[in-house]
Structures are given as structure tokens and as C-alpha cells.
């Protein structure tokens, strides 16, 4: 009988890793990774491609040879043990600057966002992404996360990955104090000859209160007029030459989307707008097509977010 060999622990990487030599396909893992913070392996398969198994084997090596990070929070995860989550560890970074690919300021700093909440927050993120960027290619368009965008005064970030956001200044309050938008994530597709499309990103885990009685705590409402003056006060023009966007709203379930929905429409004085369009995440998630599927607008009308 052949023994099999022990299992590597998920959690500590082993004394003596086997030797590995970087390929292609390693650098784009690596790059894969550092733009999203945090991926599990299986949007490495739809992200990079190849047989789940021999990923899987891949991110383990990437792993022990101290390029990965799997953060520790991860177990508290209701789908733990699942597909393991990955972020970049400081090696890797440094590998990528050493191949002169742009990365964020730092890695992750997982004992501060020791929390599932947090960790589940930003996979979410990744779902709907890596669903988008993966239709959007499929169908022969190209995908752009906001950091390949090029700022209107020539300035750009080759580089260095950059958190996308700006500030509001609230002229009612007494002291003029700043409001900083921070979207989850932002991207833009062309899908022709037509300017791109360009869309923010907002993931709701409902955790936030769809609207507050005191305008100085934070709220979905909150977020909805923010977003109302950034178009209006034309904050992406000046930064990027965006002369306009969509906000994408993704929930976790139908009845919140629904709320969601109906505060919105409250914010227009028709009940209705398409600046705002709204899906579920599960469904979307399972979209053939998820720029053409599952999306309505604030009063529950079928959208796509190419049209």
C-alpha cells in the first residue's frame, strides 16, 4: 500500500517550501490579487483560467513560498471550510514592483481587519466583479478597474493601485467640514466605438440603516444624495473627464433590494431615475449575462448597464 502524503496545514507555511520559479501565469495571479485585496481560489479560475486542481495546487505553492497571505479571519466565514481566501503578503508585493507592476501602498493589514464582517464585505466585492469582468470580456469588451483610469491634469498611477474617492464639501454645516465618498469599487467598460460606460459600485450587506432621522449619521439615503451632488457638482469630470456614471447597488436579498429601491426613488421628485440600478447578488452572481440580466432601475424597471 503507497502512503499518501500528509496534508500541508491551510494555516502555517511549511519549514522547507519546494523551490519555486516564477511564470507568467504566477505574475498575473499575483497581479490579480493585489487589485482586488482579497480572492478566493475559485475567482482565480474565472480570473486566470486552467482546471480548478491545478490552481488550487498553484495558490498552495504560492502560498508556502511566502508570496500569499490566507488571512486568519476567514475561518469565522459561514462558508468556511470552502474555496480558501488569498491576499498579497509584503514578498509578493515587492516581487510584483520588482517586475514593475503597479500595487497599493501596502498589503492588507489582517490582524486589523480581524473581522468576518469586514472580510465577507470586501469577497463580495470580488463576486460581483470578477462576474462583470468576466461577461464583459466574454462578449469581446474591454474592462477597466478605476486604476487604469487616467486623470484629466495628465497625472497618472502607473505605479501604484489607489483607493478610489473624493471629497463633498457640506455647505449647510457650520464649519464647511468635508464629506469623503469612498465607492466600493469602480470600473468602466467600452463596448465599442461609443464612449465608455463607467459605473460605482456599491455592495449592501445590510448592516446600514436604509435612512436616518438625524442627516449627520450614515445611511443609504445618505449615500444616494451623495452621489446625486458628485454628478452634479461634476466631481469625476474634473478628476477623470467622466462626464457621466451609474451607480450599481447589488444586495443580498430581494426584500432589501426592494427597500433599497424605494428609498431611492423617494430622493426624485418623478419617483424614478437611471442613474441607480439595483441587483441581487446570488442572482446576478448566476447570470449568463450579468450586464444584461437582473438589473432595474429605483422604480423596478428591467435595465441593462450597456445599452
Request: glycine fraction near 6%; aromatic fraction near 8%; include cysteine.
Amino acid at each position: 500500500m503507497t502512503e499518501t502524503r500528509p496534508r500541508k496545514p491551510w494555516f502555517h507555511r511549511a519549514a522547507s517550501p519546494t523551490p519555486l520559479r516564477l511564470t507568467k501565469r504566477d505574475l498575473l495571479i499575483l497581479h490579480q490579487v493585489s487589485v482586488h485585496r482579497f480572492l478566493r481560489s475559485d475567482h482565480f479560475v474565472t480570473l486566470v483560467g486552467g482546471s480548478n486542481q491545478h490552481l488550487v495546487r498553484r495558490l498552495g505553492r504560492l502560498y508556502h513560498s511566502g508570496l500569499l497571505d490566507r488571512p486568519l479571519h476567514q475561518r469565522r466565514l459561514q462558508e468556511f471550510p470552502g474555496p480558501l481566501v488569498y491576499c498579497l503578503s509584503e514578498r509578493g508585493r515587492k516581487e510584483l514592483i520588482s517586475q514593475g507592476q503597479p500595487v497599493h501602498a501596502s498589503v492588507p493589514r489582517l490582524r486589523k481587519l480581524g473581522s468576518a464582517l469586514r472580510l465577507g464585505h470586501d469577497l463580495r466585492i470580488a463576486d460581483v466583479l470578477v462576474a462583470l469582468e468576466s461577461a464583459a470580456l466574454g462578449l469581446g469588451h474591454q474592462f477597466h478597474h478605476h486604476h487604469d483610469w487616467n486623470r484629466k491634469d495628465g497625472l497618472t498611477t502607473v505605479q501604484k493601485l489607489h483607493e478610489l474617492k473624493w471629497r463633498l464639501w457640506q455647505r449647510d454645516a457650520p464649519r464647511r467640514e468635508p464629506r469623503w465618498i469612498i465607492p466600493d469599487a469602480a470600473f468602466s467598460i467600452d463596448y465599442g466605438d461609443e464612449r465608455p460606460a463607467f459605473f460605482l459600485l456599491e455592495v449592501d450587506r445590510g448592516t446600514m440603516p436604509v435612512t436616518r432621522t438625524n442627516p449627520k449619521q450614515t445611511s443609504f439615503t445618505q449615500k444616494v444624495e451623495a452621489y446625486r451632488a458628485t454628478r452634479t457638482e461634476g466631481h469625476l469630470w474634473k478628476r477623470w473627464n467622466i462626464p457621466g456614471f451609474r451607480v450599481l447597488v447589488v444586495a443580498e436579498s430581494p426584500a432589501r433590494c426592494r427597500s433599497l429601491q424605494a428609498a431611492t426613488a423617494n430622493c426624485f421628485s418623478r419617483g424614478t431615475s437611471n442613474m441607480f440600478l439595483f441587483a441581487v447578488a446570488a442572482e446576478l452572481i448566476a447570470a449568463n449575462d450579468p450586464t444584461r440580466e437582473v438589473w432595474q432601475d429605483c422604480a423596478g424597471n428591467p435595465a441593462q448597464l450597456l445599452s
